[in-house]
Every structure is written in structure tokens, then in C-alpha cells.
């Protein structure tokens, strides 16, 4: 069991907007930055924002990053099927120990 | 372009000591911004941290994994290593190295390497 939690997966059409969202608690999202990462099939993950909202050089603006409390949400707009990964937030917790949420399989239907 | 590379053998027997190299290329190790560290993937599995090292040598481990884990630099190399002690099947993942911004985020990944545990 994760110590962030994320939806198994979520879907949708070509072009649409989709959001994944990551819970936690204030010993980890609450104090500290959150970042996403992007794991394309059979590849290592990739950074795709950091500090709750920032993106990486090179990152299109279609990836955005928010957080309130203790949720961050990822969101991804004109999806494509290249889009089509499993997406993990990741933070730093209070018990001095990196956590990272369970992934999100995201499917372009 | 930083690139990270995993090396070290794929299969460990029960009981063993795991042992990774991850070699540095394109910047240097030393760099004062940046911790570098390990996570890995068990098969079909989330993330999960290992543990992290500074050049200097200062290391912060998993609690849950602090007992049978060694993380060591050697900036001559550019490289720091993992050892994994007592390992057991539930230790065969994807072992992937990163560069880390503290506590912030963890770019770029290596390619990673599967070790299974298997007599």
C-alpha cells in the first residue's frame, strides 16, 4: 500500500483533458513540494513537473500541475495516444523517507 | 546531456549481497545541488525509494530497507554503488539511479537494470 494515493487509472478520448489526482497527508504533500513523473511503456520514468507546478525544459505546456493541501493533480489536455503511460507524484515525508503513489495507468481510448 | 548508467549482475542468489554501479556521464558527480539516488520497480509495481548519497559522501536511507542497505561515491569514477544485503524474492525489480534535487525531484532516470533473486 502507497503512501500517496492515486487512481488505478483513468481514460480518455484524443484531444480531451484528463486529470490524476494524489493524496496524502501533512507529513508529505502538506509541507513539501510534489513531483510527477511520466513511465512510457518498457522505459524509465521521466520528470514532468517538479515543485507542485513547474515543468521541465522541453515538457509541453499541455502537462500542468497543481496543489491545494494535501492533493496534488496532475492535468494533461489535448491528449494524444503518445501520452498513453503510467504516471507516479512522488514527495518527501516527514519520517525521512521519499514516498511515491501507486501510479496511474492512462489510457487514450 | 546527464545520462546515468545501471550496471551490475542480473541475477543474485537468495541470502547474497546485490551489488549496482551507477556510472555518471555528461556532469560531474561532485556538483554541490545534487544528491544521487536509488529506486526501484518490483515487476508490474510501483516506485520505491532506496536510498541517496551526496558527493561528500553523506547518505539518507528508506527506513524500511536502512538495515541491509549501503549506498558509497567515488568521485574519482563519477560512480556510486548500492549493496543490498540478505536479499530475498521480494528484492527482484527494476533498480533505477537518478540524479536528486533535495527533497524536490529526482531527473534524469537511468535506464535501469532488472535483478532478480533466484537460486
Known amino acids: 500500500q502507497s503512501v500517496l494515493t492515486q487512481p488505478p487509472s483513468v481514460s480518455a478520448a484524443p484531444g480531451q483533458k484528463v486529470t490524476i489526482s494524489c493524496s496524502g497527508s501533512s507529513s508529505n504533500i502538506g509541507n513539501n513540494y510534489v513531483s510527477w513523473y511520466q513511465q512510457l511503456p518498457g522505459t524509465a520514468p521521466k520528470l514532468l513537473i517538479y515543485?507542485?507546478?513547474k515543468r521541465p525544459s522541453g515538457i509541453p505546456d499541455r502537462f500542468s500541475g497543481s496543489k491545494s493541501g494535501t492533493s496534488a493533480t496532475l492535468g494533461i489536455t489535448g491528449l494524444q495516444t503518445g501520452d498513453e503511460a503510467d504516471y507516479y507524484c512522488?514527495?518527501?515525508?516527514?519520517?525521512?523517507?521519499?514516498?511515491f503513489g501507486g501510479g496511474t495507468k492512462l489510457t487514450v481510448l | 546531456q546527464l545520462q546515468l548508467q545501471e550496471s551490475g549482475p542480473g541475477l543474485v542468489k537468495p541470502s547474497e549481497t546485490l551489488s549496482l554501479t551507477c556510472t555518471v556521464s555528461g556532469g560531474s558527480i561532485s556538483s554541490s545541488s545534487y544528491y544521487w539516488g536509488w529506486i526501484r520497480q518490483p515487476p508490474g509495481k510501483g516506485l520505491e525509494w532506496i536510498g541517496s548519497i551526496y558527493y561528500s559522501g553523506s547518505t539518507y536511507y528508506n527506513p524500511s530497507l536502512k538495515s541491509r542497505v549501503t549506498i558509497s561515491v567515488d568521485t574519482s569514477k563519477n560512480q556510486f554503488s548500492l549493496k543490498l544485503s540478505s536479499v530475498t524474492a521480494a528484492d527482484t525489480a527494476v533498480y533505477y539511479c537518478?540524479?536528486?534535487?533535495?527533497?524536490?525531484?529526482?531527473?534524469?532516470w537511468g535506464q535501469g537494470t532488472l535483478v532478480t533473486v533466484s537460486s
Open positions: 512522488g514527495t518527501w515525508d516527514s519520517s525521512l523517507n521519499w514516498v
Open positions: 537518478a540524479r536528486e534535487q533535495f527533497p524536490n525531484w529526482f531527473d534524469p
Open positions: 515543485e507542485n507546478n
